[in-house]
């Protein structure tokens, strides 16, 4: 089990001092979010994405994958009835693929609550649409050799795919060996019916989940709420879960570098105490 820091967190600082940062902290790798590189990161030139690369293997870690993948370039949506609005954003979706995979990165978690909203009286449209979206990307992350995550996100964020039973019916019906779900600890707190731990125990022997995001329902980093994570992280240990978990605030308290020192520390702490 590898811990990744999404890169938001310490966004403020250049690239090459996120990385000797989450390496000096304790983290094996960043998870970035595509804004932070820019307006149009999906068109990077080939020369910056191996300088991004080079710079996490220069600190001693890797790019673990890509999130928060619709925030840029802007007016993307994977649920709009315009044609073009939605051929643009499966092409964005398709380059990003591309992008993890030349970054050294894994896997690509869909959130972005914003751009997959329905439209009210087109519901249903819009349900079959972010399908033959998310269709197109497991194409391309299988040509890229990464893998695709559709997020359940809460409630609070968007009327769409709220739960891993949801994303999961999507995947099935999608059925490409490159495209899985994942499970997000703060949605999943104050949306699933079950409990994490649960969760972790019913979806991952199917192997549906790819991906982990380690946070508070209260969006501040693991620790600093009332959501237990010793279990969590025990339960994916007696699965045997091998990926990645990305530690994903929202808030930070009092800074970013200071929130991802504690939540790193946390969390490490808890997996040294875990039987092995």
């Known amino acids: 089990m590898k811990i990744g820091l999404c890169n938001e967190v310490i966004a403020e600082l250049p690239f090459e001092k996120q990385c000797e940062m989450a390496a000096q902290l304790g983290y094996d790798g960043l998870e970035v979010s595509p804004f932070t590189l820019g307006d149009e990161p999906h068109l990077l030139f080939p020369a910056k994405r191996a300088a ?12 673990t994958g890509l999130h928060y993948l619709m925030r840029a370039p802007a007016g993307l949506s994977i649920t709009s009835r315009d044609a073009a609005q939605r051929n643009r954003t499966v092409g964005v979706m398709r380059d990003l693929c591309a992008l993890a995979a030349d970054l050294g990165g894994k896997v690509l978690v869909h959130g972005s609550p914003d751009q997959r909203k329905l439209e009210p009286g087109f519901e249903e449209e819009g349900r079959k649409i972010a399908i033959d979206c998310f269709a197109a990307a497991g194409e391309a992350a299988a040509r890229a050799g990464v893998t695709y995550c559709v997020e359940p996100l809460s409630r609070k964020q968007t ?26 600890c ?17 979806w991952l022997p199917t192997g549906m989940i790819a991906h982990v995001h380690l946070n508070d329902p209260n969006r501040r980093g693991p620790g600093e709420g009332e959501l237990e994570f010793a279990p969590i992280l025990a339960a994916l240990r007696q699965q045997n879960y091998a990926g990645d978990c990305g530690i994903e605030p929202f808030v930070y308290v009092p800074d970013g570098p200071a929130c ?17």
């Open 260 to 276: 991802a020192a504690r939540a790193i520390g946390y969390v490490r702490g808890l997996l040294e105490a875990l039987p092995r």
């Open 159 to 184: 009327d769409h795919i709220n739960t891993i039973e949801e994303a999961a019916g999507i995947v099935t019906a999608i059925n490409s060996p490159a495209l899985r779900t994942m499970l997000d």
């Open 186 to 202: 703060s949605s999943a707190a104050v949306t699933e019916a079950c409990s994490i731990p649960d969760l972790i125990n019913r």
């Open 52 to 63: 991004l690369r080079r710079a996490a293997e220069d600190a001693g870690i890797v790019i």
